[in-house]
């Protein structure tokens, strides 16, 4: 791999050194400056010139300033001339402006997009976007990878003869059924109403959830008020435990410490696509990586291999 060169931004260098690390290859330096007038400048410290070039940043808090200095590194990357640009994206936290629900509403999924592909970016690799269709926002190909298998490992470990897995809402259903296909449990899903970001409603949950053990599985866990509202709605069935699972463990507000007061919830398992505060780690938290499948998927993406061939079969634990 003498022709790649891999970059990280400031949003979450130790994933990107990780995956660097699984690559065998260095992680590249790159300097993010401020100017007086506030203005951020960024520049690729090694060389750039006709190589395999992957900038890794998923769009986490501060969401603007990190997708600033993506954008920047893609058009230094171009301005040196490399042979092809790929982001690596663990997070793309605009996939959620995907539709146009209001009137005179912006489609920040897609404008971002364009962004990314009018700055030089050559391809994408995301994991676990919001909503399919934010894949067709993009231009360019799109690598789209999932943790589902991560997750289906960890949760192998435990007796799965009594689970079922629970979507929060029907959007995520299918998401939901491939993992409960993983590890041999059934399926089941809460009929959702959002009011506002933090506001939603769960109606009732389709599915059979009593006396059994449950994992809630969502994309992503943000304020919580869904997993909170949904616990609210499990337990007047009487399941014999409750675990929670997502891949963006974002816990923004507190949220992951009001998830780990809930009594009944036994553990909370996300992954590292984005960085979780020590500081804000509680007993019940669980992180798995995911920096062995993007360095795969950024090996095959190097050498021109199938990406999709790592969902043939879900690996072991």
Wanted: glycine share 6%.
């Amino acid at each position: 791999m003498r022709d790649i060169s891999v970059f990280s931004g400031s949003a979450h260098p130790e994933l990107a050194a990780e995956v660097c690390a699984h690559l065998g290859v260095p992680l590249s330096p790159t300097r993010v400056s401020r100017f007086a007038n506030d203005c951020l400048e960024v520049q690729l410290q090694a060389n750039c010139r006709e190589r395999d070039v992957f900038l890794i940043q998923p769009l986490v808090k501060p969401v603007q300033e990190h997708l600033v200095e993506l954008l920047m590194m893609c058009d230094a990357a171009r301005g040196a001339s490399a042979g092809r640009i790929s982001v690596v994206m663990p997070h793309y936290s605009y996939a959620r402006s995907d539709k146009k629900d209001a009137p005179r509403i912006s489609l920040g999924g897609r404008l971002v997009a364009d962004l990314l592909v009018a700055a030089g970016a050559s391809r994408v690799l995301a994991m676990t976007l919001h909503a399919p269709q934010v894949h067709g926002f993009f231009s360019v190909p799109v690598d789209h990878l999932h943790a589902l298998r991560e997750l289906a490992a960890w949760f192998r470990r435990y007796d799965l003869s009594r689970t079922t897995v629970v979507s929060p809402d029907l959007g995520n259903a299918k998401e939901a059924a491939a993992f409960a296909r993983m590890i041999g449990a059934q399926v089941a899903a809460g009929a959702k109403q959002r009011f506002a970001d933090d506001r939603v409603s769960i109606s009732s949950v389709i599915g059979e959830v009593a006396d059994r053990d449950v994992i809630v599985l969502d994309d992503e866990i943000a304020k919580g008020s869904t997993v909170i509202e949904l616990l609210q709605r499990l337990r007047e069935f009487g399941p014999r435990s409750i675990r929670i699972a997502c891949t963006h463990g974002l816990f923004a507000g507190g949220a992951l410490k009001r998830l780990s007061d809930q009594e009944d919830v036994l553990e909370i398992v996300c992954t590292n696509t984005v960085p979780v505060p020590a500081a804000e780690h509680t007993d019940k938290l669980r992180v798995l990586s995911i920096a062995p499948a993007l360095a795969e998927a950024v090996r095959r993406i190097h050498n021109g291999e199938s990406v999709s061939a790592l969902f043939d079969a879900p690996r072991d634990a």
